[in-house]
Nanobody
Framework: QVQLVESGGGLVQVGGSLRLSCAASGSLFSISAMGWYRQIEGRGLELAASITSDGRTHYADSVKGRFTISRDDAKNTVYLQMNNLKPEDTAVYYC???????????WGQGTQVTVSS
């Protein structure tokens, strides 16, 4: 079992920055990858960024070059640095993790990011 708690969302202007945090607790040894999904109004879930246990990162084309995912193992925390934000980035952002299976099986509660135009 893994518990995830997101924080850091808020309201920013176009071109601004935010850093989202996701604190993990529980059976941390079982985590194989962590990712940030986002739910944009009128659309389905999109995997914005992910990081694997060996440190490899992946980004959706829509955020590549603007977002950076990282982790601090000592703090059991994964971050999403979001720069040059656009109105299209407005969404609920969810932290999620893979454990022993191939899917993201544990999810946080989500944090709202709103980018004003």
């Amino acid at each position: 079992q893994v518990q995830l708690v997101e924080s850091g969302g808020g309201l920013v202007q176009v071109g601004g920055s935010l850093r989202l945090s996701c604190a993990a607790s529980g059976s941390l040894f079982s985590i194989s990858a962590m990712g940030w999904y986002r739910q944009i109004e009128g659309r389905g879930l999109e995997l914005a960024a992910s990081i694997t246990s060996d440190g490899r990162t992946h980004y959706a084309d829509s955020v590549k070059g603007r977002f950076t995912i990282s982790r601090d193992d000592a703090k059991n925390t994964v971050y999403l640095q979001m720069n040059n934000l656009k109105p299209e980035d407005t969404a609920v952002y969810y932290c999620a993790t893979k454990t022993t299976g191939p899917r993201y099986d544990y999810w946080g509660q989500g944090t709202q990011v709103t980018v004003s135009s």
